[in-house]
């Protein structure tokens, strides 16, 4: 096992990870910007090393930086969280050529996953589903038009190499068809450095399913059952749980058994999760992640293994803990991201937490970084914390999360905690009743 781990990130992941370590016995080391010398990370850390000014690039992006944070504490092992280098293949090699463990997989695994259109060919490969469209990059108009006919309209244009919603445009026809390939093209450009792009078959009203999975590295696999993401704004996860009110159990047993053998097969090593659009029965593969999840929690909640653990006995060579037979799925979970956001226009609201008291009682969790008195600074991702709740079935599920959001306090900023509050109550929630386009179409009929 590893004797001291650094934690390559901030906020509520870093101090789950934090926590994580300390109940294995291992030290820790954080690395924080000038701007979160007050974190609450930082100042439960056994050591923490400042790494540059606020601007990520110079802080929690600079990996010569973190490696020189590694060597100074005597770190032998670096935990990246997720988001800001938890992807990033350079850095994983990097790490490995100085003798320090990458606590996720290879850096090989992560290119290959990286990379859209290697990614689609590889699920192919391993048998996993995928959407209809272009075997690799589109070159120009003319083939856009010729992969668009034979798969038929509406088609999505997707960045080759990026996510979050940017480089993605859909044609309905082909009058669509050449605006929306330059429109993509362009922002993907822009945002990733590389204006590929690729074409799919667009899906009308699909949900977002993903499968947690966990690799040894060594040729063993297991899945941890499905999260369903759907409830999205501008392709931004708002509100998951676990297991979708969508699948039945032989669904669920089948597109788990697929992915369980396509990560063995794969020989991948750590945590991932293979995202799906799901509509009419069909699972259709859209990426993989190759780090933890912000939603990992629900995951947590309903199979009793925390796979932070999980993720630091497979690096260090320990294997998984769990066979597929071991793996037993209880009652039902949520989570909701509480950020610092106005409600409506999730536009970000930067400043002091005045007052901050969580709820508490049975089936409640809540991963949260800040405290009163604690200032959101302006420079990074605006997620303040999750709301985690778990429950014998989603009825009693969503009771518990209606008290605990009504228990929940945060003054001095804006959070989305009102909407939650709205979608707890809300009909076509309660009944599972929701597709990806869902949220959108109801902040736009019910204005503030």
Not at 3 to 15: D, P, S, T
Not at 304 to 320: N, P, S, T, Y
Not at 349 to 364: E, K, N, R
Request: proline letters at 4%; charged letters at 25%.
């Amino acid at each position: 096992m590893f004797q001291k781990i650094l934690i390559a990130n901030r906020g509520e992941i870093a101090l789950r990870v934090l926590r994580a370590a300390k109940e294995l016995g291992i030290s820790t080391v954080v690395v924080h910007s000038t701007a979160d010398a007050d974190a609450m990370h930082v100042r439960l850390a056994d050591e923490s090393v400042c790494i540059g000014p606020p601007p990520s690039r110079d802080s929690y992006l600079n990996i010569h930086q973190i490696v020189a944070a590694c060597e100074i504490t005597g770190a032998d092992a670096v935990h990246p969280g997720y988001g800001f280098l938890s992807e990033n293949a350079k850095f994983a090699d990097i790490l490995a050529a100085h003798n320090i463990t990458f606590i996720g997989p290879t850096g090989d695994h992560i290119r290959i996953m990286g990379d859209k259109i290697e990614a689609k060919r590889t699920a192919k490969r391993l048998g996993i589903p995928v959407v209809p469209g272009s075997e690799g990059a589109i070159s120009d108009e003319k083939e856009a038009k010729r992969v668009a006919a034979e798969i038929g309209y509406p088609v999505i244009i997707k960045a080759s190499a990026g996510g979050g919603g940017r480089g993605m445009k859909v044609a309905r026809n082909e009058d669509d068809l050449s605006v929306a390939l330059a429109t993509a093209k362009s922002e993907a450009g822009a945002a990733f450095g590389d204006d590929a792009v690729y074409i799919e078959k667009y899906l009308e009203k699909p949900r977002h399913i993903e499968l947690q999975v966990f690799g040894d590295g060594a040729g063993a696999g297991v899945h941890l059952g499905e999260r369903d993401c759907s409830l999205q704004r501008r392709h931004q996860k708002v509100w998951e749980e676990a297991l979708s009110p969508a699948l039945n159990q032989e669904e669920r047993d089948r597109i788990g058994n697929i992915v369980a053998s396509a990560v063995a097969d794969l020989g991948y090593r750590g945590a991932g999760t293979i995202e799906f659009l799901y509509e009419n029965g069909e699972f259709y593969f859209i990426e993989m992640n190759t780090r933890l999840q912000v939603e990992h929690p629900v995951t947590e909640a309903i199979t009793g293994i925390d796979l932070v653990h999980e993720q630091i006995r497979v690096a260090a060579g320990g294997g998984l803990s769990v066979k597929q037979s071991d793996i037993r799925f209880q009652g039902h979970a949520i989570e909701c991201r509480i950020n610092a956001e106005d409600p409506r226009t999730f536009a970000p609201s930067p400043g002091t937490i005045t007052h901050f008291h969580t709820p508490g009682g049975l089936g409640i969790r809540v991963d949260s970084g800040v405290y009163s008195g604690y200032k959101i600074p302006p420079y990074y991702d605006s997620l303040i914390g999750k709301l985690i709740v778990h429950g014998r079935n989603r009825v009693e599920c969503m009771m518990r999360l209606r008290r605990a959001l009504d228990e929940f306090v945060v003054d001095g900023i804006k959070t989305t905690l009102p909407l939650f509050r709205e979608l707890v109550g809300n009909t076509d929630i309660a009944n599972g009743d929701y597709d990806i386009h869902w949220l959108e179409k109801h902040l736009a009929n019910n204005p503030a």
